[in-house]
């Protein structure tokens, strides 16, 4: 009986030691179908096929907002990307614009039509919308420079320098077809793919209209909202950033300069030399200005 | 001979798997939610190392929180006084050690600066607080400190009667640091910390508790006494916290707008700021137990606490403890003054964790503790006691040192569902 009894209290001393429990994680997941969760799946998978497409964007010092131009990729790079790897940026866009969808450009719910007056909560952060809109714009411009770059052949061409960033102009046999073209001849003597790049081009960058009746061959206009173009996503991010830290969006105008001046509106003043008519040259012309350096400038230190 | 020796080694090895196999299933691995409203049912470092398996023990002047029905096993009148109570999570061990360091090399540097976002130089210091930020994620970071406590026993009426009163100033604190990740899941750590929350709160308690015991002795072969007790604890609760709207990382990076935000302080100070954000509440909660002794060296415990309760306009959940404790030696009827042992569990529900019932988890270990104590030289000059014990499936340990009979030193290492906690204690006590 002593035996078996002090077999048990060593039995049970060892077994209090023994504490095999986890503590719970302190993140809490959103419920499976609830709006961030839906966020969160979109995310992840736009993550992925940015990974997978191999143009994901990785920070590793808070200061590399500073320099947002650093990560992104050359011309060279894009076109060499395969079928499959298109496909996935692709995917990344579509992905990162659900995100927008289920949460609307305010963080927020979309309102339910039956009640428009009821308190709407944002679910994402300022910060989640900065970066959603700042991976829509790297996103937009990818896709654009990409199919300039892969259509250009010996008529145009895009540069990349770490400093400038991204520039759309004419090799020397474009400039010499250009000099020798007649009105309207430079633009007929384009490719189907070429004057088609250029029209999804400048939407994907600012959300111009070319006014595509006018252009010979079965160019279309691309489909897309209004507001899913690169520009747009930069105003957003720039106010956001603004909204947040007036030092991070001042950290944030190089990148809109580069984006905005640069290359979108670069391409905007060489092709409508070529002869593409935008029928909203205007309001794009005035989102440009109101990005670029010092237009962006007062609009933060004010 | 060899058959019989066979059959030994067998029914030990059986008894012994079985044992171990049952022990085992109080460390299966178990999920919770976490919502953290803390009730601060003061913990003794004695109970905290038996893993909170005390109310069938409940022979201390620490009945008064645990089974106010073992207020008559003290027997005399004792007088109490917990001179310091301090505890911190491990954690707090670890992040203070590197703190300074952490301090002087990145935090000084980049708060002289005048961009501390973009200076190139800088490069090393914000990667570090990006890797601290993210490392406190997985933190849990908390302490506590208990000053002055006062605890009275009274006999009476031949001892069948006991009366406790336990008086623990405005002394009691806990606070709490996390940074708890929200938002959409960055794959970056720099992205992701954004608008990762940071979430404090500091609390400061003091209680009034009075309790009542009454033993009756039977002497019946099946059962020898049984004692009733009841508890009542007045308490006043300060908390001072964000929980409701907690800064998020990307707030710091604009230092003028986070000051206007979260740390107004306005013209009076940081002690009028704390004193307007302080929320105060006021109540009560009433506890009875009992203890049943059915023969020498085993005790049933049975305790409902916060069986009626308030706290402004909320209440504690009611928590219903069964408990048992044993002295094998006494049960064995061994005489030994150099040793003695005590075995307890208990078994509560709603699960009596710190911050009581909130953090619910859905597995029986929520509900189980268990403890052991090894007490050398009992009712010596010097005693030593080494505990043990399982709390809720985290392991406790602690030892104690208790001086001419006066003078008692405890060290614990607790384990509850919040996080580690080191604990000590020194209490006068005669």
Known sequence: MKNYVFRIVVVVVIGLTLGCADRPDRYEEPDPGSPEALAAEALNLAQEAMKAAGIDIEFNDLGDLAELSSVLPTPEKLTSLNDQQVGQMQTATDEMYKILEVVDESGSIPSAPLNPTKDIQPILSDADLLLVNLNLSYLNVLEAVRSLSVTGEDIYKIEYSQDAGYKFELTESGKAKLDQAKPGEFIRDLSEAQRQAIVDSLFMLTGAKVAVNDLPGMVRTIKRMDWQNAIHHLDKMLSLAKKIAPDLGVAMIDFNDIIADALSKGVIDQVTKWGFEIENYDEVINKIKNLVSVEAKKQISG | MKLNYTGDVVKTVTTFTLLIIAVSFLCTDVAAEEDQKPLYLFRSTR??????????????????????????????TVFQLMAVRGRFTSDVVEEASTMPDFFNETIVPLT?????????????????????????????????????AFGLVLPMANKKLALGISFIPMTQTNTSFRIVERGLPWPDPVMEMFDNQVIY?????????????????LNASFLKSVKIGAGLRLIRRSIFTDEDNPFMIADVLNPDEFKKNYFNLGDEGFSSYARDNLETSTGYSVDLGSLLTPMDGLNLGITFRNLMSGLSDQSFPANLTIAVAAKPFSLLDI??????????????????????????????????????????????????????????????????????????????????????????SMEVSF
Do not use: C
């Not at chain 2, 009075?210 to 009756?216: D, K, P, Q």
């Open chain 2, 201 to 217: 709160r500091a609390a400061f308690q003091g209680s009034l508790t009075t309790a009542v015991s009454y033993n009756h002795d």
């Open chain 2, 112 to 148: 002289d600066s005048n961009n501390p976002l973009m200076d190139p130089t800088l490069s090393a210091q914000r990667e570090a607080l990006v890797t601290r930020a993210e490392e406190i994620l997985k933190r849990r970071i908390g302490l506590g400190l208990d000053l002055p």
């Open chain 2, 335 to 424: 005489n030994n003054s150099l040793l003695d042992l005590t075995l307890a569990a208990s078994w509560d529900d709603p699960n009596g964790d710190d911050n009581l019932g909130d953090f619910a988890l859905d597995q029986y270990t929520d509900h189980i503790h268990l403890g052991a104590e090894v007490r050398l030289l009992p009712g010596q000059l010097v005693e030593v006691a080494l505990r043990a014990g399982n709390n809720q499936g985290f392991p406790t340990v602690g030892t104690g040192i208790r001086i001419l009979k006066l003078l008692n030193l405890d060290v614990a290492w607790y384990g509850n569902l919040e996080a580690d906690w080191l604990i000590g």
């Open chain 2, 47 to 76: 109970v905290s190392a038996l893993g909170n398996a005390y109310e069938a023990i409940a022979d201390d002047i620490y009945a008064i929180h645990y089974n106010p029905a073992g207020l008559t096993n003290i027997g005399k």
